[in-house]
Structures are given as C-alpha cells and as structure tokens.
C-alpha cells in the first residue's frame, strides 16, 4: 500500500512543453504539499492545499499551477518549461499543517 | 540568522560509533521540530519528531533546547544502513505561516 504515490516517476520533455504530474494520498490527510529539489538538493517549498483550498503559494512562476480536485489529489501543471525547471518534484502530505509530512517518491524532470 | 541551518559533512564515522548533529534556527516561537533522512534519489523520510525537550527511538535520540535555539540528533552504534543525508525541519517564521522549512542536511557515511 503505497501512502503517498506520484506519477510519472520520470518525465523527459522538450523546452516549450506542458506537462503535468498527478499524487495521490491514501492517509486521509488534510494537507498536501508540492516541493522541488533542485541539483544543490536544497528542498524548497512551491504550494500547500489544505482541504482542497490553496494555504502556500511562494513565489512560483505562474507557469506552475497546482488543482486539488479532492483532499487525497494534489496535481501539477506546468506550462511553456524551461531548463531552469529540471529539478526533482515531491508531493508530500500531513495530516494537518505543521505536522510531520509523508513523501512521495519524486518525479524526477529534465527538460531538454 | 538564517532560518535553520546544518553543517553540511559529510561526517564520515565507523560502524558502531556514535555521531551527533546539530541544527540552529530562528524562529524562537517554534513548536515543532522534525528530523528526516534522505538516501540518494530517494524521498525525505519522517525520522523524529520533537514537540518538548526531545524524543529517543531505539539508537536515535533528539533533544531540543530552546534557549540556544538548537535541535540535535544523535544516532548511537552507527549502521551501515544509517548512511544518508539528514534534514532538520522547522516552522517558518512569520506568524500566520504554516510553513516548514528544510535544512540543507547532514551527510553521514558509515565505514565498515
């Protein structure tokens, strides 16, 4: 039983290009979480949703843009990617803000 | 002061010893405290989490103390399998955020 699960797991895709990255948890969390981890592996927060609503937005270019359909999905569109944007990107969940959060597996991005 | 910071290692022990890390942050009015573990192209996972003075699990103890604003970890009889990088996560400062901030982590390599 996966707890948290991203898809894809790897994503190759061309400059200009939009593409999308789905999570889902199965914890019955409230809070679900999108961060990257760029080359230097710093971790850095981009969007937070709690019970469907947006808490967290950092200055993320607006090519990215987060849906929760429902509290388990959290989904990430990114549109017109650039070299900048390959990065590995986790999905995470809590069962409420500032609890300890639960990873996925990352999709890792190359935009060639 | 930054927000949190770790020394980056890596901490290179032999198996059995005893290593120790610290961590500083800044937001005096933090509450909750984390430690995860990272392996290579691998997800954060949950480790510890410290809500008092601190907390032990099996060989792993962390300890908190609010008046020199550091959190530590320390992880005794070192395996094998403890080689990792290790992230100290604290609340973000600012009042109304409900932000977690990563460390850049602690790589430990445990020797045979």
């Known amino acids: 039983d996966t707890a948290v699960s991203q898809t894809p797991k790897y994503l190759v895709t061309q400059m200009g290009n939009d593409k999308s990255i789905k999570c889902e948890q199965n914890?019955?969390?409230?809070?679900m979480y999108w961060y990257k981890q760029d080359s230097k592996k710093f971790l850095k927060i981009m969007f937070s949703y709690n019970n469907k609503e947006l808490i967290i937005n950092e200055t993320v270019p607006n090519r990215f843009s987060p849906k929760s359909p429902d509290k388990a999905h959290l989904n990430l569109h990114i549109n017109s990617l650039e070299l900048g944007d390959s990065a590995v990107y986790f999905c995470?969940?809590?069962?409420?803000?500032?609890?300890?959060?639960?990873f996925g597996p990352g999709t890792r991005l190359t935009v060639t | 002061r930054k927000e949190v910071e770790q020394d980056p290692g890596p901490f290179n022990v032999p198996e059995g010893a005893t290593v120790a890390f610290n961590c500083t942050y800044s937001n005096s009015a933090s509450q909750s405290f984390f430690w995860y573990r990272q392996d290579c192209r691998k997800e954060p996972k949950l480790l510890m989490s410290v809500y008092s003075s601190g907390n032990e699990d099996g060989r792993f103890t962390a300890q908190l103390n609010r008046a020199s604003q550091y959190i530590s970890l320390l992880i005794r009889d070192s395996k094998l399998s403890d080689s990792a990088t290790y992230l100290c996560v604290v609340p973000a400062r600012g009042g109304a955020t409900n932000k977690l901030i990563f460390g850049t982590g602690t790589l430990l390599a445990v020797q045979p």
């Open positions: 914890l019955g969390h409230d809070t």
């Open positions: 995470a969940s809590s069962q409420v803000a500032l609890y300890g959060q639960y």
